[in-house]
């Protein structure tokens, strides 16, 4: 029982190392950096990089590998009109909903995000 709780307290010592190391990664990285490929933007300078984005003809395509999920809730209070893509993939292959209705569902999400020009999210949670 001791050798478990030494081993229990030993892994949440590492990850609790892992999590101070990220968050000072992070903290380092408050400034947005537009060069390359692959840009890397805090969610303060989201605003900024996404007409950066536009501007440059481009479609973006946003990595969260933050366990706080900050960009999903930088979408939460964005014009955005969100598309779970996860969920319909499961809905359809393991709830037996067809294809055509989801089709029809995203055509109208679709219509909704550019009708009010909102940003279209869709959303692969852990998916992709």
């Known amino acids: 029982v001791e050798q478990a709780q030494a081993q229990a307290q030993q892994k949440a010592s590492v990850a609790a190392d892992a999590q101070a190391e990220a968050s000072q990664a992070a903290a380092a990285d408050d400034e947005p950096k537009y060069e390359g490929a692959l840009w890397r933007v805090p ?21 969260d590998p933050t366990e706080q999920k900050v960009t999903d809730k ?15 993939v499961v809905d359809i292959r393991m709830g037996g909903g067809k294809i055509e209705d989801a089709r029809e569902q995203l055509r109208g999400e679709l219509v909704h995000a550019m009708r009010y020009g909102h940003y279209l999210v869709v959303r692969m949670a852990n998916s992709a």
């Open 74 to 88: 930088y979408f939460l209070y964005a014009p955005a009109t969100v598309v779970e893509a996860k969920k319909m």
């Open 43 to 63: 969610v303060t300078a989201m605003d900024e990089a996404m007409g950066k984005a536009r501007e440059a003809g481009k479609t973006p395509l946003l990595l």
